[in-house]
């Protein structure tokens, strides 16, 4: 079984060569975080270190690993961090959903304002075709007003 494998491995490495070889390193480099830079990727960075990961991405994929036997090797190197995408498990599922947790709830909390709001605009104008004054309250508004003049 084991020889399987290894025969298996090789055949990958013949078969990945030239621009293919090439096409795969960025591939894969494009989806690592640059440990230098932090806000690119390893196929963006010219710093030293992204040059030696694209460099063991190469030599992997030579090896005939695959890009999930890659994608582990970094991260236990180095942490989910380096995955400019997390995982979608565990924690890194929650920072999948949580944006569009965010975007709904923002959404309907505007959503709810924007009916309320409204409800109380029909309330006061509603009030407003009506005269809810009485005539003891309007009296006594006149009075304090004449007082307020005089005085």
Do not use: H
């Not at 030239?18 to 390893?42: D, K, M, N, Y």
């Not at 030293?48 to 994929?61: D, E, N, T």
């Not at 599922?93 to 029909?122: H, M």
């Amino acid at each position: 079984m084991l020889g399987t494998m290894a025969v298996l491995a090789a055949a990958c490495a013949w078969a990945l060569s030239g621009e293919e070889l090439e096409r795969r390193v960025l591939e894969i480099s494009s989806e690592l975080r640059c440990p230098t830079c932090q806000a690119i990727s390893v196929k963006d960075s010219e710093a030293a270190f992204s040059r030696q990961i694209r460099g063991k991405v190469r030599a992997m994929l030579a090896e005939g690993k695959t890009e999930e036997q890659i994608k582990d090797f970094f991260v236990s190197r180095y942490g989910e961090w380096i995955l400019r995408a997390p995982k979608k498990r565990g924690v890194g599922l929650i920072l999948w959903f949580l944006p569009g947790g965010a975007i709904l709830f923002v959404g309907g909390w505007v959503g709810l304002k924007l009916y309320r709001n409204a409800r109380s605009r029909e309330a006061l104008q509603a009030g407003a075709a009506e005269d809810t004054i009485s005539e003891a309250d309007r009296s006594r508004i006149e009075r304090d007003l004449r007082r307020f003049e005089e005085g």
